[in-house]
């Protein structure tokens, strides 16, 4: 009892030694990774050059399915882009002490996937030129105006809030003094750790992280504004908006647990990732998953209940139609397994949220096709148009993206601290003192008669 | 040491007041129905819904607390448990008008024109038999849950055992999900098919973020009057206050997140058969009161509660919970009344009867309920924290 009043808690010690190790040294498996990833990366072009000699022929796009996947594909990466920022900004928000090592990966993955979240639209395009259109013509009442204003000041605001909790670990790394000085000498922008640079930091971090939450609701909102605009049968629905927003965090919780496994398991971290963290994310998901489902149900139901004979005409494709297989694998996905795997407390293991986020992954990805094609290939004043198929272009287009974002990921943590470093640091020297602190308000006399 | 048992428990108040608001309510009531039987059916389903809400969303707060486990909310507890005794009393005054007056609702009634062009599953769903049949199912389910809460925090305070929060946070699972699907269909039922050709997805959820707005709005109200009048005041300070504010600012900014997605669509589609929800109530007298709406639900506290002080500020708050519990009734009368009364807006005695009469109602339930039990869940396992809380 006595050492126990003397060492109020265990010391935990640590140089973050091994933190620095993904970035000071390179292994095979690396140069392996980057060359899988780059292939695809290659056949992107490939196919992106094809397109653009050829024209939009060349895919599986039709009159009237103007978008196919790219725009499923535009829809699902912002989604994911969700992942960091609100994440991260809600669990800081809120002080929840097991944010301080996932925050940075789920950073990382909003400034990158938003890149292709973007290029998407770009390459839906014809005449990729043609997309300064949109500014240069500008149509205030439309909403595709209102997603490039959207996006743009949430990939701003992403930047400055990936790279603001960056400066510390840049710091670090300039001192240290092994490779790309010169880097890291320009991005430290001077820090030298003092109280005042702190206080500023931990202010300008917490400005960002409120107005971040407010901006990335409107990106998804104004997302879904672009189809519940339209009068498009399906499309002009009003919960659009929150279950667009809805889904986007949902996608971008499993999207974070995929990459926090994979990092955990490359860069033997997991003293740093521990099961809390994957038990922690694992319940916000199935929280995640309900809300999903809910919002699924009211759309779908309160159409039925509707009974307008378009609407009916294309849920009906959706329900036993063309399109039934995928719209039931998505519940599947969505809901059945992960609420399966989820629902019982001793699968939220690292495993079985892994388990469950591959098919959360897949399952919104459908989500968002099954939202973008049926409507469009079933308009009001048109005969129906049968299916639509991508084809290959589209298909190694969409692969290269996601090949992409992934390298890029990749590249982003041989260059910097995927772990927030000075974060875990803090957390280690001042929240627990803080917490010792206050919970000793609580306990009247401690030990005393020990 | 926390003290125990009885000087923490409510005295029954001189409650004169709230008999003397009740008996105004009764008045108003019986002198609309005779007077004006469709205003006297109009106002009872309006103030049984608000009710009815209340206490769903007493339930939900506490339920949401057990869920995240949160701690810092522990200290006023008792609150939100005992405005959940209005669900109840809603019910029973909406079980009346559906079954003593369903022709409030136009397809009740085969004859009439509206109810002649319902087809396929609106047909089925929107008939009488299966509406009363789903109407008692969705009030059972949510009356046992929340009954099953309020009871295993109660018993915690006779023999401190935690295994009484591990019941509270499996029952409020349950009511959680099945809330969340029953009173997005509720609304649907009870408030949408009051025009049963206009539609909306979000209606649903329309209506639960201003129930629980609403509901916060009272909650705050009867934490600061508690805490005002009895022990309670030891226990809740600022910190709790001041989170109490966040949410209300929270959720009002969420209300009118939802309430725009659900406008702006309708408004910029302009499809004839959505659209005629909104143009009725923007036409004429109705248009103010639109407009006030929009003010009472969001501008009035956005505004008001953008400082750090004013949440921490009791006499403030008290004020924002006025204003947005004034706007919740505001709201509920821009969904029922124009479906009911059409062309120009109805106010008059009738309405500001049944108002007060709510009050008196909401009040007499809720003291009854908080005086059955401690004013504190003295053996929380979390009041500690909850006591010790700081922002």
Request: include cysteine; charged fraction near 15%.
């Amino acid at each position: 009892m006595a050492q126990l009043a003397e060492t109020p808690y265990p010391p935990l010690s640590g140089n973050d030694e091994v933190l620095f190790h993904p970035i000071e040294r390179t292994t095979r498996g690396f140069y392996i990774t980057v060359a899988i990833l780059l292939f695809f990366t290659v056949m992107m072009v490939v196919a992106y050059i094809t397109q653009l000699r050829e024209g939009l022929g060349v895919t599986g796009l039709t009159i009237p399915v103007y978008w196919g996947i790219y725009i499923t594909n535009f829809v699902f990466f912002i989604g994911i882009s969700h992942a960091g920022t609100l994440i991260s900004a809600i669990l800081r928000i809120c002080h929840a002490e097991w944010r301080r090592s996932i925050t940075r990966a789920a950073e990382v993955i909003t400034v990158m996937v938003l890149l292709f979240g973007a290029g998407s639209v770009i390459t839906d395009l014809g005449r990729p030129d043609r997309a300064l259109n949109v500014i240069l013509h500008a149509n205030f009442r439309s909403p595709l105006l209102w997603d490039v204003c959207s996006i743009t000041v949430y990939m701003t605001g992403s930047v400055i809030y990936l790279y603001l909790p960056l400066i510390p670990d840049i710091a670090m790394l300039r001192d240290r003094g092994k490779k790309w000085q010169w880097l890291y000498r320009l991005l430290a922008f001077g820090w030298s750790g003092t109280e005042r640079q702190h206080r500023l930091l931990e202010k300008g971090i917490a400005v960002m992280a409120i107005l971040v939450i407010p901006i990335a609701i409107s990106v998804h909102t104004v997302v879904s504004w672009v189809f519940a605009m339209t009068v498009q049968p399906m499309w002009h629905s009003t919960i659009f908006g929150p279950y667009f927003v809805v889904g986007a965090i949902f996608s971008g919780i499993a999207a974070l647990l995929i990459a926090l496994a994979i990092i955990r398991k490359v860069y033997h971290l997991e003293e740093y990732l521990k099961e809390i963290h994957f038990r922690n994310l694992g319940q916000l998901l199935l929280v995640m998953s309900l809300l999903w489902f809910y919002f699924t149900f009211a759309e779908h139901l309160t159409t039925f209940y509707g009974n307008e004979p378009e609407e009916m005409h294309i849920l009906m494709l959706k329900l036993y139609g063309p399109y039934s297989l995928l719209f039931w694998a998505m519940v599947i996905f969505c809901f059945i397994i992960p609420v399966g795997i989820l629902g019982i407390p001793k699968w939220r293991n690292v495993t079985g949220t892994i388990t469950a986020s591959a098919f959360i992954v897949v399952g919104m990805w459908l989500e968002r096709f099954i939202i973008v094609v049926p409507s469009l290939a079933n308009p009001r004043l048109m005969p129906s148009q049968g299916i639509y198929l991508p084809s290959w272009v589209e298909i190694f287009i969409s692969l290269g993206f996601f090949s992409t974002f992934i390298l890029f990921y990749v590249l982003f943590t041989k260059f910097f601290p995927i772990v927030s470093i000075w974060e875990v640091k803090e957390g280690r020297e001042k929240s627990l003192q803080e917490v010792h602190e206050r919970v000793r308000t609580y306990i009247p006399h401690p030990l005393k008669e020990g | 040491m926390v003290p125990n048992d009885s000087e923490f428990r409510l005295r029954v108040a001189s409650s004169r007041w709230i008999q003397v608001c009740m008996a105004i309510g009764l008045i108003a009531l019986v002198g609309a129905g005779i007077a004006d039987p469709s205003r006297f059916w109009s106002n009872l389903l309006l103030i049984s819904y608000l009710l009815l809400g209340m206490g769903l969303a007493g339930t939900f707060f506490v339920a949401l607390q057990y869920m995240s486990g949160a701690s810092w909310s522990v200290a006023f507890r008792r609150i939100p448990e005992a405005l959940s005794s209005a669900l109840p009393v809603g019910a029973i005054g909406m079980l009346v008008v559906f079954f003593f007056h369903p022709s409030l609702y136009p397809w009740s009634q085969a004859a009439s024109a509206e109810g002649e062009g319902l087809t396929g599953f609106k047909a089925a769903w929107l008939s009488l038999p299966f509406f009363w049949v789903r109407s008692v199912i969705y009030i059972a389910l949510w009356f046992l849950l929340s009954k099953l809460i309020v009871r295993s925090s109660r018993e915690q305070d006779l023999d401190d055992s935690p295994r009484h929060t591990r019941s509270s946070i499996r029952y409020s699972a349950m009511f959680l999900v099945a809330f969340g699907f029953t009173f997005w269909l509720a609304s649907m039922d009870w408030i949408m098919s009051l025009e049963p050709h206009w539609y909306s997805t979000m209606f649903g959820l329309y209506n639960f973020s201003g129930l629980f707005l609403g509901g916060l709005a009272a909650i705050i109200l009867l934490v600061l009057w508690i805490s005002k009048t009895t022990g309670l005041r030891d226990f809740v300070n600022e910190e709790h206050l001041h989170d109490l504010g966040k949410l209300l600012f929270a959720f009002s900014t969420f209300w009118m997140y939802i309430w725009f997605c659900q406008y702006m669509l309708i408004w910029y589609a302009n499809i004839t058969e959505e659209s005629i929800y909104y143009i009725q109530r923007l036409h004429g007298f109705w248009e103010p009161i639109f407009l006030l709406n929009i003010f009472l639900n969001w501008i009035i506290p956005f505004i008001v509660l953008l400082p750090v002080s004013s949440k921490r500020s009791r006499s403030t708050l008290a004020k924002v919970a006025i204003v947005v519990l004034a706007g919740r009734w505001v709201d509920l009368y821009l969904m029922i009344f124009p479906a009911l009364h059409g062309q120009t807006p109805v106010f008059g005695l009738w309405e500001i009867g049944s108002i007060v009469g709510a009050c008196g109602l909401l009040l007499f339930f809720f003291q009854r309920a908080l005086g059955q039990a401690s004013l504190v869940p003295l053996n929380d396992p979390r009041l500690q924290d909850s006591l010790h809380y700081h922002n």
